[in-house]
Protein backbone atom coordinates (compact mmCIF):
# COMPACT_ATOMS: atom_id res chain seq x y z
CA UNK A 1 0.00 0.00 0.00
CA UNK A 2 1.65 3.24 -1.08
CA UNK A 3 1.18 6.35 0.86
CA UNK A 4 -2.11 7.87 -1.83
CA UNK A 5 -3.58 4.68 -1.03
CA UNK A 6 -3.16 5.06 2.81
CA UNK A 7 -4.58 8.72 2.73
CA UNK A 8 -7.81 7.63 0.80
CA UNK A 9 -8.35 4.62 3.26
CA UNK A 10 -8.05 6.98 6.17
CA UNK A 11 -10.08 10.12 4.64
CA UNK A 12 -13.10 6.98 4.59
CA UNK A 13 -13.43 6.99 7.67
CA UNK A 14 -11.74 10.68 8.95
CA UNK A 15 -13.22 12.81 5.72
CA UNK A 16 -11.19 16.15 6.88
CA UNK A 17 -8.31 14.60 5.94
CA UNK A 18 -8.98 14.87 2.42
CA UNK A 19 -6.24 16.83 0.57
CA UNK A 20 -3.87 15.21 2.71
CA UNK A 21 -2.50 12.98 -0.48
CA UNK A 22 -1.78 16.03 -2.29
CA UNK A 23 1.31 17.14 0.53
CA UNK A 24 4.17 16.86 -1.48
CA UNK A 25 6.65 16.48 2.10
CA UNK A 26 6.13 15.81 5.82
CA UNK A 27 5.93 20.21 6.14
CA UNK A 28 3.40 20.47 4.32
CA UNK A 29 1.07 17.71 5.95
CA UNK A 30 2.39 19.72 9.35
CA UNK A 31 0.74 22.96 7.80
CA UNK A 32 -2.56 21.13 6.30
CA UNK A 33 -3.04 19.18 9.73
CA UNK A 34 -2.70 22.54 11.82
CA UNK A 35 -5.28 23.89 9.11
CA UNK A 36 -7.68 21.06 9.76
CA UNK A 37 -7.46 20.98 13.82
CA UNK A 38 -4.62 18.95 14.62
CA UNK A 39 -2.33 20.27 17.28
CA UNK A 40 1.41 19.62 16.21
CA UNK A 41 2.66 20.88 19.53
CA UNK A 42 1.02 17.78 21.07
CA UNK A 43 2.28 15.05 18.83
CA UNK A 44 4.14 12.35 19.97
CA UNK A 45 7.50 10.78 18.18
CA UNK A 46 8.53 7.20 18.37
CA UNK A 47 12.00 6.98 16.64
CA UNK A 48 12.26 3.59 15.09
CA UNK A 49 15.86 3.50 13.78
CA UNK A 50 18.05 6.43 12.51
CA UNK A 51 16.07 6.88 9.62
CA UNK A 52 11.99 6.24 10.48
CA UNK A 53 10.06 7.73 12.76
CA UNK A 54 6.57 7.56 13.67
CA UNK A 55 4.70 10.77 14.18
CA UNK A 56 1.32 10.41 16.23
CA UNK A 57 -1.86 12.56 16.91
CA UNK A 58 -4.80 12.78 18.93
CA UNK A 59 -7.90 13.18 16.15
CA UNK A 60 -9.37 15.47 17.28
CA UNK A 61 -12.88 15.39 19.13
CA UNK A 62 -12.37 11.23 18.70
CA UNK A 63 -10.92 8.82 20.96
CA UNK A 64 -8.28 7.56 17.15
CA UNK A 65 -4.88 8.35 16.35
CA UNK A 66 -3.44 9.43 13.55
CA UNK A 67 0.04 7.72 12.69
CA UNK A 68 2.20 9.38 10.06
CA UNK A 69 5.51 7.29 9.03
CA UNK A 70 8.44 9.25 8.13
CA UNK A 71 11.70 7.72 6.40
Not at 30 to 56: C, P, Q, S
Request: hydrophobic content about 45%; charged content about 20%; proline content about 1%.
Amino acid sequence: MNFKQSVQQACQRLTHLDGLGDCANLDNAFRFLENVGYKIANMDLLTLDEFTLDIIFAVPDSEQYLVIGAS
